[in-house]
């Protein structure tokens, strides 16, 4: 696969630095076990350092058969490198991929334990099926291409294909498929526009398939989401609704005083009655006591991460003092003011982001779980009541240069664990005891 010089990512020249002084460290650690990967992977990370795009996920394609052993004919240095347990977490943390291929020694023959391959079937986008197959069926996929068991096991339960780089989509796809007034919206409705025409076929196919390829639906995204690179799937929702709010909304603006009411008259009624809610900031100056109100509407809220859910919320609307930095509108100077948020209005499905990312000083990611309760209340935080139930949960795994997108959704009775085309039903406590990185709660009340 040919690389391309990437002049767009101003922390590559760090992650080029941390990521070959990191290997060099690891490499003086002595071997008990080696784990091996091929040439052809670790060229693609050769090129990275010296200058070109990062290497995707993790593959053994090259160098195991279809039943997880080494392929005859392989050759140490030429066909595959044998690197120790510290480096291969290292690696696979940032990377992902292909689970382990553990060895005895720097044979490759000395397989400790075959590992399970994908086969090399292809997908045919959009080939319907019938209900009664898809029901009973046992269906298979992963996101290189080839085929690995998965589980579907009830209707709209569908995996999405994952060439490279796409992970971010589906799983934020499959986080707002489990929304059943939004798939509905597009079912029942008309086509309307391009983005919600696109939206509408995969909604669709993904009712009729086991597994769904919507290219269409892909490219619509690839001016402003490469598919040479990877991508943050909060800012891609962002990108998903602030479209669809733009193609749906009123042709004819009208002005009106209240807020929340100009803000419900001029935007989509889709987006305005699933996901919108209004906060209020206050802003008081500690100089002449002076207080100014504002309002914003979201979709998406963005907390701290915190030890649980209530305490991010309670960061957020807590009291912050900030000294020296807002000009005043009466005192007509710089003072310290006193800054606080609530919400005002609830939205009916709740979407929160925690804050896993930091950019300074340079690109790194916090890990550990924040506790994140089944059921919610959003009251103590809210001029209105509110009570809402746990409905799905996305995930990034791997490190701040590199990783993994996949989603847990609760479909019926039943939780899932959607990893593009890999789905299985999984019990809630592996849902809750996660790393979240997005949260979707249902108001019950």
């Known amino acids: 696969m040919e690389t391309k010089p990437n002049t767009e990512k101003p922390d590559y020249q760090f992650r080029r630095k941390y990521e070959r002084q990191k290997l060099k460290e690891l490499e003086s650690e002595p071997k008990s076990s080696f784990y091996a990967i091929s040439c052809s992977w670790m060229k693609q990370w050769v090129y990275f350092i010296k200058g070109m795009e990062p290497p995707g996920r993790i593959s053994h394609k090259e160098i195991l058969d279809s039943k997880g052993f080494p392929k005859p004919g392989l050759h140490f240095k030429e066909h595959y490198y044998v690197i120790s347990k510290s480096q291969w977490d290292f690696i696979h943390s940032i990377y992902g991929g292909d689970p382990p291929i553990v060895c005895a020694s720097s044979n490759i023959y000395e397989v400790v334990k075959p590992i399970k391959v994908k086969s090399e079937t292809k997908l045919t986008p959009f080939k319907a099926e019938s ?102 799937a909060p800012e891609f929702l962002r990108k998903l609704i602030d479209s669809l709010n733009e193609e749906l909304s009123p042709s004819t603006k009208t002005k009106y005083s209240d807020p929340w009411i100009d803000y419900t008259h001029n935007n989509s009624k889709l987006i305005v009655n699933l996901f919108s809610g209004l906060l209020a900031s206050k802003v008081k100056c500690l100089t002449c006591n002076r207080k100014n109100h504002s309002f914003e509407p979201f979709t998406l809220m963005t907390l701290e991460i915190k030890s649980s859910l209530e305490s991010s919320f309670s960061n957020f609307t807590q009291t912050e003092s900030i000294k020296n930095q807002y000009k005043c509108g009466t005192c007509k100077k710089v003072t310290s003011i006193e800054k606080s948020y609530n919400i005002v209005k609830n939205p009916r499905f709740l979407m929160v982001q925690l804050k896993r990312f930091r950019s300074m000083p340079f690109t790194r990611k916090l890990e550990g779980r924040t506790k994140v309760p089944k059921l919610f209340d959003l009251s103590p935080y809210s001029n209105e009541r509110g009570r809402y139930e746990l409905i799905s949960v996305c995930v990034h795994s791997g490190a701040a240069y590199g990783g993994h997108y996949y989603s847990y959704c609760k479909r019926g009775s039943n939780w899932y664990i959607c990893d593009d085309a890999n789905v299985r039903v999984v019990d809630l406590e592996n849902v809750l005891n996660d790393e979240a990185y997005m949260l979707f709660y249902q108001k019950i009340s």
């Open 131 to 232: 209900s009664h197959s898809r029901k009973n069926s046992t269906s298979t996929a992963d996101t290189s291409g080839g085929l690995k068991k998965v589980c579907v096991l009830s209707k709209n339960v569908c995996g999405i294909y994952n060439p490279m780089y796409l992970c971010f989509i589906n799983s934020t796809l499959q986080s707002l498929f489990c929304i059943n007034p939004f798939t509905d919206y597009f079912k029942n409705n008309p086509k309307r526009g391009t983005l919600f025409t696109l939206l509408k076929e995969v909604i669709l196919s993904s009712e009729t398939n086991d597994i769904i390829k919507p290219k269409p639906f892909w490219k619509y995204f690839n001016k402003t989401f490469p598919n040479n690179r990877q991508h943050d």
